[in-house]
């Protein structure tokens, strides 16, 4: 079975401009989380998805979005980038059969400059 | 809600010396514990977790924790460590809901001396 891929793996962006990170989860899972690590910070949770419906959101502003598709592949959107917005960003999925085995991408190292 | 707790930022050792990983939690309801290992430039990657049962887990590479309920803790251990084993860990923490976040802790680097 394939793993949570992640792309790109690496981006450079300009402060004010938009972004889009890509996530395909592992097969048979339908619940797809995101969560933002900042440099020597734990991973902090922006939302999850469930069946292609947002049902969970930590303390991010609005200019964080997503979406997941039926696939249950998901982006994550990042609108105005600010320089704070600078960190892996991680993608994991799961599934009601996985007994909560969350399963991690590699991550895409944002650069906003 | 919930927290996490990871006492000790970093943790040095000598290559096949005993370690320990500290890691409280503070939760009003039940909850599941994982600890994740982070090799540099890499995703997360599941060492273990506790769902219920045994109170001593098993995990990958040689690793395992204890979870104490009195104790709120999860502390992760493993008696011999290898050069491999440097990475950063960290503990986490999961409501019994399939619409719960996972929360983690700030994060332990161990740092393995030959």
């Known amino acids: 079975e394939t793993g949570v891929t992640q792309s790109p793996t690496h981006l450079i962006k300009t402060r004010g401009q938009q972004v889009t990170l890509r996530c395909s989860s592992q097969?048979?899972?339908?619940?797809v989380s995101w969560y933002q690590q900042a440099l020597g910070q734990g991973p902090q949770f922006i939302f999850q998805y469930y069946r292609e419906e947002e049902n969970g959101r930590g303390n991010f502003p609005p200019r964080f979005s997503g979406l997941q598709f039926p696939n249950y592949s998901s982006e994550l959107n990042v609108n105005a980038l600010e320089l704070d917005d600078s960190a892996l960003y991680l993608c994991?999925?799961?599934?009601?059969?996985?007994?909560?085995?969350?399963?991690f991408g590699s991550g895409t190292r944002l650069t906003v400059v | 809600a919930q927290s996490v707790t990871q006492l000790d930022s970093q943790v040095p050792v000598f290559e096949e010396a005993p370690v320990e990983l500290r890691c409280n939690y503070s939760s009003s309801v039940s909850v599941y514990l994982f600890w994740y290992v982070q090799y540099p430039n890499q995703g997360l990657q599941l060492l273990l977790k506790?769902?219920?049962?045994?109170?001593l887990v098993k995990g990958i590479n040689g690793f395992e924790a204890e979870f104490n309920k009195s104790q709120t803790s999860f502390h992760l251990r493993k008696p011999s460590v290898h050069i491999s084993d440097t990475a950063e860990y960290f503990c986490?923490?999961?409501?019994?809901?399939?619409?719960?976040?996972?929360?983690f802790g700030s994060g332990t680097r161990l740092s393995i001396r030959p």
């Open positions: 994991a999925s799961s599934s009601e059969q996985a007994d909560y085995g969350y399963t």
């Open positions: 097969s048979g899972h339908n619940t």
């Open positions: 986490a923490v999961t409501r019994y809901s399939s619409a719960s976040k996972i929360i």
């Open positions: 506790y769902l219920s049962g045994s109170t």
